[in-house]
């Protein structure tokens, strides 16, 4: 059973960064090595499109048996939390909408 067992977690390394003030998530870099800690590696990673002055939109393409499979995210809602009398800790949830779309090496 996967769910809560130590292979129900994925680790990867993750960056914020400071933007117009404002500490935000570097959803680029955060994509880029999600994809390949979960098993997709580097070569199943086309791109990230993400711009921190619309930081609530980030387009992720990978290959797959030929395909090239984008994945566009928008950030619909977002709540975050901190934890009474720690400052060195935050919670998030998101509620996003994600289209995904394809293409055949022969559609481009």
Known sequence: QLLGSKQA?????????EYDGKIIADRGYNMRNYV?????GPRALESVEWDPKSPNL??????RNGLS???ETR????????????DDLFNSSEVFLQEVSGSSEGDK
């Open 75 to 86: 950030i619909k809602k977002r709540t975050v939390g901190v934890p009474e009398g720690r």
């Open 36 to 40: 390949r800690g979960s098993g997709g």
């Open 9 to 17: 977690v994925e680790q990867y390394p993750q960056k914020y960064i």
């Open 58 to 63: 980030s387009s992720v393409t990978l290959k």
């Open 69 to 71: 499979i984008k994945t």
